[in-house]
């Protein structure tokens, strides 16, 4: 395996506990070794219990957090027969979730409330990761092909769960890790929470964004799209007899049909403005982490079985084949400046249209309007929040995404965060 997979299956590789000396020694690695729910559950119920006093047991909570919310995610995506569209356009919507023969029926509030779920788990996970203190010694090994979430409500996590077979499919299209892959066996410290809070923050400034606007035109014109026998409104009408489930050119082109009514259907008006503006807030989150994540990274003078090395820590990563040196660090902390200095509206973001006046990011999410996704494009959505002032250039962006080389900018954003 040497491309990194999607952004939820990547956020997915870090449900890590933390061993602590003593008794308490054990319960972690229950968490993370888990093959049925109520096991889960009952070590993280001691674990929550424990963390207000115990360093470790608030990291291996918050981790354990933050996978019961994609656990969350991907149980109501399976409750109704979801389908992924595998669309960059949909980031949230990527986790493989198993076939649903009975899939229950879905209306735009239960969605509204699946998003409400996932978004909230997350937050009581970066606030637990967060209680971790900065110096606090963390440190575990952790095998992804025996730490998973149960994808299908059934109360057990199957080895086709595990974190590295959810890659496996992300990446490979199948469902099981490959036999000749690396090892997954990563040892995760205090660095790494930091990387897992970034993530965090990251998806509920996703989640936070859909809330924030009335996207009902959206679901009832295209959703069926992706829950195809969920009883929306235009089921009956345009989904084929069969649900789509025979694949072929007829499937294909109705669903491609559907994505382009999406991407017409975004049009949205605010409901929750706060939702918008707090999007911003967790991206701001974000950036502040990743920079504490290099801190860290950096201050570390071991080198065992790293998730995120620095350039002291040579090797290439089993799990991406790429190794970090000291130039994709220093291009990566311009890049945290540059997405800073966006969301703060210090740069202006170019658009096409406007050759002497730029977006100003802070007011897009500060000041919502409707959004439309397509007048956004061609022009006249952003017109609100065009401002005068310095505008990023395609050369500066350049400048940084040559430092990472071959393997490409996007491959190491997705590991970096």
Excluded: C
């Excluded at 939820?8 to 308490?24: D, I, K, Y």
């Excluded at 970090?324 to 170019?350: F, K």
């Amino acid at each position: 395996m040497t491309r990194f997979p999607s952004l939820l299956a990547s956020a997915l590789l870090l449900l890590l506990p933390v061993a602590s000396a003593g008794a308490a020694a054990r319960e972690p690695a229950a968490l993370f070794e888990a093959k049925t729910l109520a096991d889960r559950d009952s070590t993280l119920a001691a674990l929550e219990a424990a963390a207000p006093t115990d360093p470790a047991s608030a990291y291996a909570t918050g981790a354990g957090q933050f996978f019961t919310a994609l656990e969350i995610l991907a149980g109501g995506l399976h409750r109704h027969g979801f389908e992924s569209p595998q669309s960059f356009m949909l980031p949230l919507m990527r986790l493989p979730v198993p076939d649903n023969p009975n899939p229950a029926p879905l209306t735009y509030d239960g969605f509204r409330a699946i998003l409400v779920a996932f978004r909230d788990r997350l937050e009581k996970s970066a606030a637990t990761l967060g209680s971790v203190p900065a110096d606090a010694d963390i440190g575990i090994e952790v095998d992804l092909t025996r730490l998973g979430i149960d994808l299908n409500e059934d109360g057990q996590i199957a080895p086709d769960e595990s974190a590295a077979a959810i890659m496996a499919s992300v990446s490979r299209g199948g469902g099981a890790p490959d036999p000749a892959a690396p090892a997954l066996t990563f040892r995760f410290d205090r660095a790494d929470g930091y990387w897992l809070q970034g993530y965090a923050e990251f998806l509920m400034a996703q989640a936070d964004f859909w809330l924030a606007h009335d996207f009902s035109n959206a679901f009832d014109g295209s959703f069926h799209m992706l829950f195809p026998r969920a009883k929306l409104p235009l089921q009956d009408t345009l989904v084929p007899p069969d649900g789509g489930m025979s694949g072929g050119m007829l499937s294909a082109e109705w669903r491609i049909a559907d994505f382009i009514s999406l991407v017409h259907l975004v049009n949205w008006p605010v409901v929750e403005p706060e939702r918008r503006q707090a999007a911003r807030r967790h991206l701001m989150e974000m950036i502040r982490l990743s920079r504490e994540d290099w801190k860290a990274i950096r201050a570390e003078t071991d080198n065992d079985r790293e998730w995120l090395p620095g350039p002291q820590q040579k090797g290439a990563s089993p799990l991406t084949g790429l190794e970090v040196g000291e130039e994709q660090v220093q291009a990566w902390h311009a890049a945290l400046d540059m997405a800073e200095d966006l969301l703060e509206g210090r740069t202006l973001l170019p658009h096409f249209r406007f050759a002497d006046k730029g977006i100003n990011m802070k007011r897009f999410f500060d000041e919502p309007k409707p959004f439309d996704l397509v007048l956004s494009i061609t022009g006249p959505a952003i017109a609100p929040y065009l401002d005068s002032g310095k505008i990023l250039t395609s050369e500066e962006f350049d400048q940084i995404r040559r430092q990472f080389g071959g393997a490409g900018f996007l491959t190491f954003a997705l590991w970096f965060n």
